[in-house]
């Protein structure tokens, strides 16, 4: 690309040359015979100039979208492999910009800017020792015009940077508003919040128009400083060689010669101005990329990992298990808790006792910070990432569901599922019926996040999608919170049968749910205080009928009032 680019810029360059051999040749010389010759090397240089551009072109394109394509692809795996505390932090928003917006810039430079920025550097150096042949004097004149050209472009390109990336960061957190208004429409429409996000999203919307503007501003006196100081140049260069011709010193030729490189030269010297913006908007893009490229991965598999247990009973044991967020503050302060193989545990507790954060740490979207998990006694952490993700099933409290088929989305954790591993768990789930009402059935495709369903619907695919792998070990997320009371005793009924085939622990919000329970856990301050069955507890412990009271259900008054 560099070598087509640089040769086509050479033959560029030659035409002024020949212009001069006919100028003090066959038109000083009044003569024509050589002129047809003179004239046809001109046309092949022109050719050859068009021919060699064309080839860059067609040698760049592939090249060029494969660097963005390859980033994108480590981008996206990167956000796939890091933790869940790391997009707690960031705006979705910003991670889209960083994978679109941002790489289009890298592959924008990587196609055109980097090779030009180098060519016409080159170019400008052959340039100015072409002219140096023909006279030093116009060289001279030439160099008072570039010298102050770089000086004036790198003070620019400084202020240039900041204003780069500002734009850069601002354009990231008006697609996050973009984002967050669309999924939240509904919400926004119920609350009549429309226009006070309209009036947030004009104001990010105008911030970053100043700082276009701002961007705009820098550009136009660059390029100003640019036109003006070769035209400069070009009026010295013809007054010098007036003088130089009049006084015998320079040829005609060789002053039109001059002034003819002088001009070819005029576009790389004003696109110094543009590849140095496109130079400081790409180092930002690569700095944007890199903060996330370079953000640690801190759940991985190990070097060696465990084989799982055969046969997997799925025996699962929490050992002294502690978790404190990156800032210090402790959720989880010494959990011991034993699930027995094919028992199911109610875990329940007082909002921000750590029920979610506890059922997290099994699948390790999150890791324990002090003491260990096991199943059948391996620690969680010395399994495959794949193997521990596939033995364990979770269903979360808010069922989030993508833009793809029913098929997809309940086979999402299962390769190679087939359609009637799909309708068994559909038929667990007790979401088969409704499936079938679809459009086109388990071909349907989901509208994003799943909105165009009922939030029970949404919840029971997302149950289907944790059970249709038939798990060793089931997480459950508070899974029947969104399902009314008919719809909520069906799915219940189908639970109980998937639930005397694994283990299972379940966070429960409901009564109901506590009865689907071998035993209860009651998680009060980061421990378990207390554990053992649904009517032990509610016999023995204060903080259990509490909670149990505080939850709107008859048959937990009627118990209590028993």
Same mark, same amino acid.
Request: net charge positive; aromatic share 4%.
């Given at each position: 690309?560099?070598?087509?680019?640089?040769?086509?810029?050479?033959?560029?360059?030659?035409?002024?040359?020949?212009?001069?051999?006919?100028?003090?040749?066959?038109?000083?010389?009044?003569?024509?015979?050589?002129?047809?010759?003179l004239i046809a090397g001109v046309l092949v240089l022109g050719i050859g100039e068009a021919v060699l551009f064309y080839i860059r072109r067609k040698v760049v394109a592939r090249p060029a979208a494969e660097v963005e394509a390859r980033m994108r692809f480590d981008l996206y795996q990167h956000l796939q492999r890091l933790p869940v505390s790391f997009h707690d932090r960031w705006q979705s928003g910003q991670l889209l910009s960083r994978a679109t917006n941002d790489l289009t810039t890298v592959r924008r430079f990587v196609a055109f800017a980097i090779v030009f920025l180098i060519v016409n550097s080159v170019i400008v150096v052959i340039g100015l020792g072409v002219i140096a042949s023909l006279s030093p004097w116009l060289l001279i004149v030439s160099l008072c015009g570039a010298l102050p050209l770089i000086v004036i472009s790198y003070f620019f390109e400084a202020k240039f940077k900041v204003v780069a990336r500002r734009a850069q960061d601002q354009s990231g957190d008006l697609t996050t508003t973009v984002e967050e208004?669309?999924?939240?429409?509904?919400?926004?429409? *119920?609350?009549? =919040?429309?226009? &006070?996000?309209?009036?947030?999203?004009? !104001?990010?919307?105008?911030?970053?128009?100043?700082?276009? +503007?701002?961007?705009?501003?820098?550009?136009?006196?660059?390029?100003s400083v640019l036109i003006v100081l070769p035209e400069l140049s070009i009026a010295g260069m013809l007054a010098v060689g007036a003088v130089g011709i009049v006084q015998g010193w320079l040829t005609v030729g060789a002053l039109v010669a001059a002034v003819a490189v002088s001009a070819y030269l005029r576009w790389p010297v004003d696109s110094i101005?543009?590849?140095?913006?496109?130079?400081?908007?790409?180092?930002? *893009?690569?700095? =944007?990329?890199? &903060?996330?490229?370079?953000?640690?991965? !801190?759940?991985?598999?190990?070097?060696?990992?465990?084989? +799982?247990?055969?046969?997997?009973?799925?025996?699962?044991?929490?050992?002294?298990v502690r978790f404190a967020f990156e800032d210090g503050r402790e959720v989880l302060s010494g959990v011991d808790l034993d699930l027995r193989p094919g028992e199911t545990v109610a875990l329940v507790g007082a909002t921000g006792s750590g029920k979610t954060t506890l059922t997290a740490l099994v699948p390790r979207l999150a890791d324990v910070t002090g003491g260990r998990i096991t199943i059948d006694g391996t620690d969680v952490r010395d399994l495959s990432l794949e193997d521990l993700r596939t033995v364990v099933g979770t269903a979360f409290e808010e069922p989030v569901l993508f833009s793809a088929s029913v098929t997809e989305n309940v086979g999402l954790g299962l390769p190679d599922v087939t359609e009637a591993q799909v309708r068994e768990a559909l038929r667990v789930a007790k979401a088969e019926e409704f499936v079938e009402d679809l459009p086109w059935g388990l071909a349907t495709r989901i509208?994003?996040?799943?909105?165009?369903?009922?939030?029970?619907?949404?919840?029971?695919?997302?149950?289907?999608?944790?059970?249709?792998?038939?798990?060793?070990?089931?997480?459950?997320?508070?899974?029947?919170?969104?399902?009314?009371?008919?719809t909520e005793a069906e799915v219940e009924g189908a639970l109980r049968r998937v639930l005397s085939e694994t283990t299972a622990l379940v966070v429960a919000h409901r009564s109901s749910t506590v009865q689907l329970a071998d035993r209860v856990a009651l998680l009060v301050d980061g421990k378990i205080e207390a554990i053992g069955s649904h009517r032990e507890l509610l016999d023995t412990n204060e903080e259990y009928r509490r909670l149990l009271s505080s939850m709107d259900d008859d048959l937990v008054e009627e118990e209590v009032a028993s």
């Open positions: 690309m560099l070598s087509a680019t640089m040769l086509a810029m050479l033959c560029g360059l030659g035409i002024p040359l020949l212009t001069q051999r006919i100028v003090d040749g066959p038109i000083q010389n009044k003569q024509t015979g050589p002129l047809p010759w208004s669309v999924l939240g429409i509904r919400v926004l429409k *119920a609350f009549g =919040r429309g226009p &006070e996000l309209s009036k947030r999203f004009l !104001a990010q919307a105008r911030d970053l128009r100043t700082t276009e +503007l701002n961007k705009i501003s820098i550009l136009a006196a660059l390029w101005g543009w590849l140095l913006a496109e130079t400081n908007q790409t180092a930002s *893009a690569l700095e =944007r990329y890199w &903060e996330v490229i370079d953000s640690p991965v !801190a759940i991985t598999g190990p070097a060696s990992p465990a084989p +799982l247990p055969t046969p997997l009973r799925g025996h699962v044991r929490f050992e002294g509208g994003e996040q799943g909105l165009s369903l009922s939030g029970g619907q949404r919840q029971r695919l997302a149950l289907a999608r944790a059970v249709v792998g038939k798990p060793a070990v089931l997480v459950l997320d508070d899974p029947l919170s969104a399902l009314d009371v008919h």
